[in-house]
């Protein structure tokens, strides 16, 4: 694992690129939070409905 850490043309930490790659974790992390939330919800939601036969006409004696 990489501990150096990276910095500008000035020797200064390169803060830019330190928000940069928060914001790339963050969104991944927010997208795999939401992608399983959702397959949740339908998981949970989704149920079979039982067959409703309705017959409406006169039945044929």
């Not at 850490?5 to 940069?20: M, Q, R």
């Not at 928060?22 to 969104?27: G, I, L, S, T, V």
Request: proline residues 2%; hydrophobic residues 45%; without cysteine.
């Amino acid at each position: 694992m990489n501990h150096e850490i990276k910095k500008d043309s000035l020797g200064n930490v390169d803060v830019e690129f330190y928000i940069a790659k928060a914001k790339a974790e963050r969104d991944a992390a927010i997208s795999t939070f939401f992608t399983n939330l959702q397959a949740d919800i339908m998981r949970k939601v989704s149920f079979k409905l039982p067959k409703i036969n309705l017959n409406f006409g006169r039945h044929a004696h």
